[in-house]
C-alpha cells in the first residue's frame, strides 16, 4: 500500500485502506474521471436508446425455441437432480476474508431453509409417447427433401438437418430436390411439393410472417414453414425435439450421441413466435447468424435471400431528432426549429420544436429520402435526445396540454409525418420512443396505422416483480394497457440488467417470464431486452439471461424454472444445484420483503444482507467443490461467483457517522480482493463493469473512496451545526438544526441511485445530466469554528472553491461557489447548488414563495410527486424572486436566498418518492467563460422552527 500512497494520495488524512497498516494522504490520477463519468452518464436513459449513428449495435444474443411439453433434456450433467444442501462440513467458511461468527453462519443456514426451491424431479418423461424410428443402430433409411426452388434458408434449414444428424448419429442423411421413390421415407423441409404430396398445405393466414407447420405422417416428417424465416425456425424445433440439441451460448451447443432416433408419431402443430421481433443486446454472438437463427434472434438487415433468414431491419431505434436537424446545422440561423425554455431557444441539450411547420416538411423530406436509400427497411425511428428539455415555446405547450401528456407533440409530429410518408411508402413504419417525459400515452389521440410505439420499462419501474401484480409497476402497466389500445404497432424497450452495476445480483429471472407473458397478452408486436452489449461480455449470469429471454420471447408459455435448471445443468454440470439455489435465495428475499430493484439498483437495496450473502458464498463454495477436478467447469463456477465478490466491494450496509468520521460498515472486500475481482475480469476478457466507461481498473480507483473511512470536518454556531465530508465532493452531508436535534438533510439513503455519493449538499456543474463537481475528492481549507473551504478540479478541468460560513449569532449557512475556467479556450457551462432535503413526512411538506410576476405559491409536494422523474421547473417570471421557504412535519422550516439576477430557473423533484428526499436546485443562467473568467453562485439557508420568527 505504500506504493498506492505515494502515487495516489489527496490533500487530507483518511482512514487507512481495508487490509493496509497505517494513515497516508491520497490524490487521484486523472483516470478516475473515467469512474465518476460512467456513474453520471448512466443517469440517462442508460442504456435506454441506443447512439445517434443508427441505433443499438447488432449484438448477441442466446435463447432457443423449446417446445415447454418436451422433457427435460437427455444426459443430464447433474445426475439425479437432487438439491444440494449446505452443511459446515461440505462449506467451510463462507468467506475467507469475512470470517462470520456463528451467529452469521447460522443466520445464512435459515436464509438457505428458508428461500430452497423444490427438489429438481430429475427427468420427467410423462406419459410413453408412440414413436416412430428416424435412425436404429446407427442406420437410417430417410432422406431429406427440399424444393429446388427453396428460398436461401430453406436451403440452408435442409443442410442444418444433414449436419446435426451426422454430428448426433453418424449417420448422414442424403438431401434431394425430388420427391423419392414410393417408400423411401422423408424429411420434408418448406412447402414444395413433397409436402403437397403428403397433403400438407397450411394455410399462409395460419404462419404469418414466422410460422411454420411440423406434422408427422410416419414415416415422414414435414417442416413447412414461410420461406423468409419460419421453415428455418421449424427445422430447429424439430432438431430439438428429435435429437436434443440444444444451442446454450456461443461455441456451446449440446449435441447428444444416440444410436436410435425416433419422432413423436402424432405430432402436429403449427407455431407462430409470441412477437414478431425479438432482440436482446448482450456481446455474444455478435454477427454469428449461425447461432442467431436457432435461437430465433431475428433483430438486423438480412434481407429475404439470406441464407440464415429474414430479419426484420430498422433504421435505428431511438435519440434521432438530430439526423433529421441538428443545432449544428441550423441553430445559428433557425432558432425556432430547437427547444424554447423559460422564453429563450437553446442550443445544449435541446429538442425539437415540433408545432414549426417547417420543421416537419424538413423532417418529411428528409424521411423519404432515408426510406427510399434504404429499401429493406421497414421501421424508420424518429424521436426525443437522451434528456428532458422539450420545447415550451407557446404553441408546443398549448399542444402539450391538449393531450395530457409532454410528449403530446411527438406524437402529433409523428402521426402527420406517418400521413406523409405511408402516400409514397404504405408499408414502412415511422417507430418513437415513450420514453421519460413521453411514456404517457396521449389522450384523444389514436396512433396512425403507420407508427411503432416503443415504450421503455425505466426506473424506477420494478424488475424484481411482475408489472401485473407490484405496485411499483402500476402506472407502468396502465401506460401499456393504454398504449395497447392505441396503438396498431407496440414494441417494449424493456431493460433486463442492472446497467450501473453489471455484476451486481439481479433477482428478475421470474419477474421477466411474467412480463413476457402480459407483453403476449396485450398485442406487443415486438421486444427488445436490452442487457449489457459490450465486447468482451462478463456481468451477473450473462450466458444465462440472454438464453433465458430469447427462449420466453419466442414462447412465454414456457417454465422460467425448468430453462433455468436445464441451462444450468447444460453449463454448469454437477455444480449447477447450489447455483440454482443461490438464484431461489435471492427472489425469495425480494419477494418476502418486498424489496423493489429497478435498472440503476445499486448493492445497497438491502435485499444482500449479511446472511444472505454469507448463504450465497456458502453455496458457491460447494458448487466449487463439485466441480474441483475439471478445470472448465470449475472456471466457469468461478465466474458465475463473481456478483458476490462485487456485492462486497459497495457498503452495501451503509455508513455511520461518529467521533469525527464517516465509517463503512463491515462486510466490504480488502484492497487484495478487489485486485484478485480485477485480475479476474482481465483474465475473461471481461472489459467493463457497467454501462458507462467502466474498465475494471476503475474499481481500484473507486476502493480509495470507498476503501477507507472519510474525515469529517464539522463547523458550528449556536444554532447549527454542519458536517462537511471532503473526500465525497465536499457535499454538507448533515446540517442539523441543534436546538430540536433534527437533520434537514437526507443522507445515507441506501437505495439512492448514486449511493453513496448522494446526501445532503453539494454543487452540480455541467448540463441536466453530464454534470461535473459532485463526486470529486476535494481538500479543506480555511478551517475555523464557524467556516471552511473546499477545493478541487472537477474531471472536465474546472476549479471549484465552495466557502461554508455559518452566521455569528444567526441559524443561517452562507454558501458560496464559484466555478473558474483555467484552460486556454472558453468553456460554456452552469452551476447549481442541489440540496437533498429530508423536513420529514415527504408528501406534506410544503414550499411556499412570490414569484417574479408576484404570484404567491404555498403548496405541498402533490403535484411534484406527480410529475415524476421531471417535478416541477419554475422558470422565467415563474421563478421565486430571490427566496423561498420549505416547511414539514420536523417542525423547521428552511429558507434559502440567494441573488434574483444569477439565478435562471429553479427545480424541484422527488424520484422515486420512496426515498423519502425533496431534491432542490437552484440554476444559474448558462454562461461562456473565457479562460481565467469565474461563475459564482451564493445562497444562505435559514433554519428555524415553524412559527419561530
Keep these: 500500500m505504500s506504493h498506492a500512497r505515494d502515487l495516489l494520495g489527496w490533500g487530507g488524512p483518511v482512514a487507512s485502506p481495508r487490509g493496509g497498516a497505517s494513515r497516508g494522504v491520497f490524490a487521484f490520477p486523472s483516470p478516475f474521471l473515467f469512474l465518476f463519468a460512467s456513474l453520471v452518464l448512466a443517469a440517462g436513459c442508460s442504456g435506454g436508446a441506443g447512439s445517434d449513428s443508427g441505433g443499438v449495435p447488432d449484438v448477441a444474443d442466446p435463447g432457443g425455441l423449446t417446445d415447454p411439453g418436451t422433457p427435460d433434456v437427455p444426459g443430464d450433467p447433474g445426475g439425479d437432480g437432487t438439491m444440494f444442501d449446505v452443511s459446515p462440513d461440505a462449506a467451510g467458511d463462507a468467506s475467507d476474508a469475512l470470517e462470520p461468527s456463528d451467529a452469521q453462519e447460522q443466520d445464512a443456514a435459515d436464509a438457505l431453509g428458508d428461500a430452497l426451491p423444490p427438489d429438481d424431479p430429475g427427468f420427467d418423461e410423462g406419459p410413453p409417447v408412440p414413436r416412430f424410428p428416424i435412425v436404429t443402430a446407427g442406420v437410417s433409411d430417410h432422406v431429406i427433401v427440399v424444393a429446388e426452388d427453396a428460398s436461401p434458408s430453406e436451403r440452408t434449414a435442409a443442410n442444418e438437418v444433414r449436419d446435426y444428424f451426422a454430428q448426433a448419429t453418424g449417420v448422414e442423411l442424403p438431401i434431394m430436390h425430388e420427391i423419392p421413390e414410393d417408400g423411401v421415407p422423408m424429411i420434408v423441409v418448406g412447402m414444395g411439393p413433397a409436402a403437397q404430396s403428403l397433403g400438407v398445405e397450411p394455410d399462409p393466414a395460419d404462419l404469418g410472417e414466422q410460422g411454420f407447420l411440423v406434422r408427422a405422417i410416419p414415416p415422414h416428417v414435414v417442416i413447412a414453414g414461410t420461406p423468409g424465416a419460419g421453415t428455418m425456425y421449424g427445422v430447429h424445433r424439430f432438431i430439438e425435439t428429435a435429437l436434443g440439441v440444444r444451442w446454450i451460448a456461443p461455441g456451446e451447443t449440446i449435441v447428444p450421441q444416440a444410436a436410435d432416433v425416433g419422432y413423436p408419431e402424432d405430432l402436429d402443430r403449427v407455431v407462430q413466435p409470441d412477437v414478431l421481433w425479438r432482440s436482446t443486446s448482450y456481446a455474444w454472438p455478435g454477427q454469428d447468424p449461425a447461432f442467431r437463427a436457432p435461437v430465433a434472434r431475428n433483430a438486423g438487415n438480412a434481407g429475404p435471400a439470406h441464407p440464415w433468414g429474414l430479419e426484420p431491419a430498422h433504421d435505428g431505434r431511438a435519440h434521432s431528432y438530430v439526423w433529421y436537424g441538428s443545432p449544428d446545422e441550423f441553430f445559428d440561423t433557425h432558432p425556432e426549429y430547437f427547444s424554447e425554455i423559460g422564453g429563450v431557444r437553446i442550443r445544449e441539450e435541446t429538442q425539437l420544436c415540433l408545432t414549426n411547420p417547417d420543421v416537419l416538411d424538413i423532417v418529411t423530406e428528409r424521411m423519404l429520402a432515408r426510406m427510399e436509400a434504404r429499401p429493406g427497411v421497414r421501421q424508420h425511428n424518429f424521436s426525443q435526445k437522451d434528456w428532458y428539455n422539450y420545447c415550451q415555446c407557446e404553441h408546443c405547450s398549448a399542444m402539450n396540454a391538449q393531450y395530457g401528456t409532454a410528449g403530446g407533440t411527438q406524437f402529433w409530429f409523428v402521426n402527420e409525418l406517418a400521413k406523409r410518408t405511408s402516400q409514397v411508402y404504405p408499408d414502412k413504419l415511422i417507430g418513437t420512443l415513450a420514453y421519460m417525459y413521453t411514456e404517457e400515452p396521449p389522450q384523444g389521440m389514436v396512433m396512425h396505422p403507420n407508427v411503432a410505439v416503443w415504450l421503455c420499462h425505466m426506473y424506477p419501474s420494478c424488475d424484481s416483480h411482475p408489472i401485473r401484480t407490484c405496485e411499483e409497476n402500476a402506472d407502468y402497466k396502465r401506460r401499456a394497457e393504454a398504449w395497447s389500445q392505441i396503438s396498431d404497432h407496440l414494441y417494449m424497450w424493456h431493460y433486463i440488467v442492472d446497467f450501473m452495476h ?442 428555524r422552527p415553524v412559527g419561530n420568527p
Excluded at 534 to 562: C, I, K, T, V
Excluded at 634 to 644: D, G, K, T
Excluded at 768 to 776: H, P
Excluded at 816 to 834: D, F, G, I, W, Y
Design 502 to 943: 453489471y455484476y451486481n445480483p439481479f433477482p428478475n429471472f421470474f419477474a421477466l417470464a411474467d412480463n413476457l407473458r402480459f407483453y403476449k397478452e396485450i398485442g406487443v408486436e415486438g421486444l427488445y431486452l436490452q442487457g449489457m452489449g459490450h465486447a468482451g461480455g462478463g456481468g451477473e449470469f450473462s450466458l444465462l439471461r440472454p438464453y433465458f429471454a430469447m427462449q420466453l420471447a419466442w414462447d412465454s408459455s414456457q417454465d422460467p424454472d425448468r430453462l433455468i435448471r436445464n441451462w444450468l445443468k447444460d453449463y454448469h454440470g454437477a455444480a449447477w444445484g447450489p447455483i440454482h439455489q443461490w438464484i431461489h435465495l435471492l427472489q425469495d428475499k425480494v419477494d418476502s420483503e418486498h424489496i423493489h430493484m429497478h435498472l440503476y439498483t445499486n448493492p445497497a437495496q438491502g435485499y444482500l444482507t449479511e446472511d444472505v450473502v454469507v448463504a450465497g458464498e456458502a453455496l458457491f463454495d460447494q458448487a466449487e467443490a463439485l466441480v474441483a477436478n475439471d478445470p472448465m467447469l470449475l472456471a466457469r463456477v468461478q465466474v458465475a461467483r463473481m456478483p458476490l465478490k462485487y456485492a462486497r466491494f459497495f457498503p452495501r450496509n451503509g455508513y455511520r457517522i461518529e467521533d469525527g468520521w464517516l465509517r463503512w460498515n463491515d462486510g466490504m472486500l480488502t484492497y487484495s480482493d478487489v485486485v484478485d475481482f480485477v485480475d479476474q475480469m482481465q483474465s475473461n476478457g471481461f472489459q467493463t463493469m457497467r454501462e458507462s466507461q467502466g474498465a475494471a481498473d476503475t474499481m481500484t480507483l473507486l476502493y480509495l473512496i470507498l476503501g477507507v473511512d472519510q474525515e469529517i470536518r464539522t463547523i458550528r454556531n449556536t444554532h447549527l451545526e454542519v458536517d462537511v465530508v471532503p473526500g465525497l465532493a465536499g457535499r454538507a452531508l448533515r446540517i442539523t438544526h441543534r436546538g430540536t436535534g433534527h437533520c434537514v438533510t437526507a443522507y445515507d439513503r441506501r437505495a439512492a441511485l448514486f449511493y453513496p455519493f448522494n446526501g445532503g449538499l453539494e454543487d452540480r456543474i455541467g448540463g441536466v445530466f453530464e454534470f461535473f463537481g459532485w463526486v470529486e475528492p476535494g481538500a479543506a481549507s480555511q478551517v475555523t469554528e464557524r467556516g471552511l473551504t473546499i477545493k478541487f478540479t472537477t474531471f472536465d478541468g474546472l476549479e471549484v472553491n465552495r466557502r461554508y460560513e455559518l452566521d455569528e449569532s444567526a441559524p443561517i449557512l452562507r454558501v458560496t461557489s464559484s466555478v473558474r475556467n483555467p484552460k486556454s479556450s472558453a468553456v460554456e457551462t452552469a452551476m447549481r447548488q442541489h440540496f437533498e432535503a429530508d423536513l420529514g413526512d415527504l408528501a406534506t411538506t410544503r414550499v411556499s414563495f412570490t414569484a417574479r410576476d408576484g404570484a404567491v405559491i404555498d403548496k405541498d409536494m402533490t403535484a411534484i410527486l406527480a410529475g415524476q422523474r421531471e417535478g416541477e421547473h419554475y422558470r422565467d417570471q415563474a421563478t421565486p424572486a430571490g427566496e423561498w421557504t420549505f416547511s414539514g412535519s420536523k417542525g423547521l422550516q428552511m429558507t434559502q436566498r440567494f441573488p434574483d439576477a444569477d439565478v435562471d430557473f429553479t427545480w424541484l423533484y422527488a424520484y422515486p418518492a420512496s426515498l423519502g428526499e425533496l431534491e432542490i436546485e437552484t440554476w444559474t443562467h448558462r454562461r461562456v467563460l473565457l479562460p481565467g473568467e469565474t461563475l459564482t453562485l451564493a445562497a444562505e439557508y435559514e433554519i
